[in-house]
């Protein structure tokens, strides 16, 4: 009876920490929303030259993004993005495809940039 009790403790233990590892391990991970633009193909269309990142298509006419904090803030890019929202009455061509700590990575980094000289 003893064992059998030592044992269920020792094995609820045992999960308890893996539990907490692999919490903890998920909080650790960074996410790169400089990689994570390129990843999702966003330089097919866009380039961020504040930020060294060009456009896979020159010859695309979608707008340079180094300046997108100036005017927009994250909560709204998530709507646009999310083609919830429009800009001169147009909206995103693609819905973000990504998950949700991507998104917010990605949309809080959007906001951040600005000008040099804006900031």
Known sequence: MKKTKIFGILMTSIFLFAFCVTIF???????????????????????????????????HKAPDLSATGTKYKADFLIKFLSKEETINDKKHGMKFNGTDDEFKALTDWLASLKPADAK
């Open 25 to 59: 391990a998920q909080d650790a991970v960074k996410i790169d929303p400089t990689q994570l633009f390129k990843d999702k193909k966003c330089i097919a269309c866009h380039s961020v030259d504040g930020a060294g990142i060009a456009s896979t298509n020159p010859n």
